[in-house]
Every structure is written in structure tokens, then in C-alpha cells.
């Protein structure tokens, strides 16, 4: 079946390393998101990407990086950077149609 | 920042029609309003959108003002299972730009 599929469902990190979330869609989809939701809280846009190789910076950019060197594929690195990185990622994909098809999710905790 | 306003929070019965405002008084000519809800710790799912005329799906209706600057999502007959977060958003269907989420209303169904 067609959709999004984010992994690693949970993870974990010591301060100071880089992790990076994979995104995978197989919608055919040219436009890709990554949000950020913290706890009670709605979703803040991270980055997003219209087309393969061209991404812009969303709302709360600072410490993450992404790539976007296949169309199927958006990873999102969070770096050393990040302060408060634990929270719960979310990447989506939009239809033609302007519907946005979200991932499962991954949680990040910062030990 | 959001461009849509809508209460944090909701109660509705078991059985009776759930109605979730949203304002998007700014909402531009070309832009589609959606709608998405998130139950707990899942990425959130696309219910439905409209342009201007009421849509109506299997899963809800929408009512849109003929101004445009409102709208509400009915869930005709609530169940528990319809507790989430749901989220209105706006924007233009065919242009892969910045989405923005604003914090949604969280809709509790009591039996």
C-alpha cells in the first residue's frame, strides 16, 4: 500500500550526538514536510522540500538540517545544534490535491 | 504564524453532532480550507476540504460561510473513537508552500 513510513519509531540520544529520522514515501508525491510536536502542543514546521534537491527553512529550522536527493526519500538530521530536541517528529508528503499524508511519527529522548 | 483560530478545547456527547468552528478571517481567494484530526501519538489524518460550497464525506461535513471566513466540521453522530486533536489549516491546493498548523481544538466525546 501507498504512503509514508517514518523510522525509528522511538529513539533515543545522548547529548551531543547528531541523529537522523527517515521519511520514505511512495506516493509519488513531489512535496515533503517535517513538523515538530511537543507535548499538549500543536505542529511547528521544520523544513520542507517542493522538489527534489531544493528545500526551504520552516519556522524552527535552527539545529536540524534535511536532504533531498531522491523524490521518495527526506531524512531530517538533528544536530548537536538542537537544544531541546526531544519531541515527536512528524513527516508528511502533499497530493496534487493539496491533502498532506502523515507519517506514523518518531519520538526522540534525549538522555 | 497560523492563519486559522480555533477554540483549544471541546465536549460533545456520545451520539449527538460534534461542531468544531474555525476562523480564517485573512483566508485568500485561491485558498482551500482542510481539515485534519490527530488522535494520541499518531500523525494526524486528512477528514476533508472545501473551497467555497459544503462538502460532505463518509467521515464529515463542511460547512463553509459565504464569506469564507469561517467554516465548521460536523461530525454527525460522535463516537468515543472521534476523541482527537482536530486541526484547520488553509491553503492554496496546488502550491507546495509553507504549511502552518495552529494548535486545534482537542474534542472530548463523554460517553
Known amino acids: 500500500d501507498g504512503g509514508i513510513t517514518q523510522s525509528p519509531k522511538y529513539l533515543f540520544r545522548k547529548e551531543g550526538q547528531n541523529v537522523t529520522l527517515s521519511c520514505e514515501q511512495n506516493?509519488?508525491?513531489?512535496?515533503m514536510y517535517w513538523y515538530r510536536q511537543d507535548p499538549g502542543q500543536g505542529l511547528r514546521l521544520i523544513y520542507y522540500?517542493?522538489?527534489?534537491?531544493?528545500?526551504q527553512k520552516g519556522d524552527i529550522a535552527e539545529g536540524y538540517s534535511v536532504s533531498r536527493e531522491k523524490k521518495e526519500s527526506f531524512p531530517l538530521t538533528v544536530t548537536s545544534a538542537q537544544k531541546n530536541p526531544t519531541a515527536f517528529y512528524l513527516c508528511a508528503s502533499s497530493s496534487y490535491t493539496g491533502e498532506l499524508f502523515f507519517g506514523e511519527g518518531s519520538r526522540l529522548t534525549v538522555l | 504564524d497560523a492563519k486559522t483560530t480555533q477554540p483549544p478545547s471541546m465536549d460533545c456527547a456520545e451520539g449527538r453532532a460534534a461542531n468544531l468552528p474555525c476562523n480564517h478571517s485573512t483566508i485568500s481567494g485561491n485558498e482551500y480550507v482542510y481539515w485534519y484530526r490527530q488522535i494520541h501519538s499518531q500523525g494526524p489524518q486528512y477528514i476533508i476540504h472545501g473551497l467555497k460550497n459544503n462538502e460532505t464525506n463518509e467521515m464529515a461535513s463542511l460547512i463553509i460561510t459565504e464569506d469564507r471566513k469561517s467554516s465548521t466540521l460536523i461530525l454527525p453522530h460522535a463516537t468515543l473513537r472521534d476523541t482527537a486533536v482536530y486541526y484547520c489549516i488553509v491553503r492554496v491546493r496546488n502550491r507546495d508552500d509553507k504549511i502552518i498548523f495552529g494548535k486545534g481544538t482537542r474534542l472530548h466525546i463523554l460517553p
Open positions: 506516493l509519488n508525491h513531489d512535496a
Open positions: 522540500s517542493q522538489i527534489v534537491n531544493d528545500f
